[in-house]
């Protein structure tokens, strides 16, 4: 067993986990999402520490994203302290803005910290073209990420965008995002945590 935990979770951080499992193998790599669509597409991905975690309340709106959010994750939380058990130090994984990892991440961060166990957030922002409302939503997400006991690396999606060609699409430049979302996930594991980002407050790290 790795002395390292990989947690992604949601949408985006399928996505990663997808990137990074390529590159690097997928073992000790986990995800938690809450789409039911999804997973059988993750599944076939070859996934095996897959977990689908969503409330059952119908309807839309993002109040009702939070609520089956957290009770998908409270419904799933003996499971998901056992994998954290396994690990003396568990790195999370999420894109902010888009809804699920905006609300799993804080829960996590407060039952790892609950057990004792060491916590490290990578967390995405969303690109500048994907719109105000998504770019407020993430900097909702990050504040409350930030206020939590967790040593958290902030990365911008927009400081790919200059090693991209002008016609680049969308769907290439995410793909490009997540390759290096996911070398700076194994940086972290291989060098115990030292960060080449920028320092912000509080032992914050920013990759902009």
């Known amino acids: 067993m790795s002395f390292v935990g990989i947690i992604c979770l949601g949408g985006g ?4 986990a997808a990137e990074y499992a390529k590159e690097f193998g997928k073992q000790d790599v986990w995800l938690i999402h809450g789409d039911n669509s999804a997973h ?3 599944r076939k991905k070859g996934f095996g520490n897959i977990m689908l975690a969503y409330g059952v309340c119908c309807g839309f709106g ?4 939070k609520k089956n959010t957290l009770d998908g994750l409270n419904n799933c939380s003996g499971q998901i302290e056992s994998i954290m058990a396994m690990y003396p130090k568990i790195i999370l994984v999420g894109g902010l803005g888009g809804g699920y990892a905006n609300y799993a991440i804080p829960f996590m961060v407060k039952l790892a910290n609950r057990l004792n166990v060491e916590i490290t957030v990578v967390c995405s922002m969303p690109f500048e073209l994907e719109g105000k409302e998504r770019a407020k939503k993430a900097e909702t997400a990050k504040k409350e990420i930030l206020g939590l006991n967790c040593k958290a690396i ?14 680049t699409s969308m769907v290439a430049a995410f793909a490009f995002a997540d390759k290096h979302i ?3 996930i194994r940086e972290q ?5 030292i960060c080449r980002g920028t320092q ?4 914050v790290c920013y990759f902009v």
Request: charged content about 25%; proline content about 0%; overall charge negative.
């Open 13 to 16: 951080g399928g996505s990663i």
């Open 154 to 167: 902030v990365f911008e999606l927009d400081s790919t965008i200059s090693m991209l060609s002008k016609d």
């Open 189 to 193: 594991i291989e060098t115990g945590g």
């Open 40 to 42: 059988e597409n993750y």
């Open 62 to 65: 993002e109040g009702l994203l």
């Open 200 to 203: 912000g407050d509080g032992g």
């Open 182 to 184: 996911a070398k700076l």
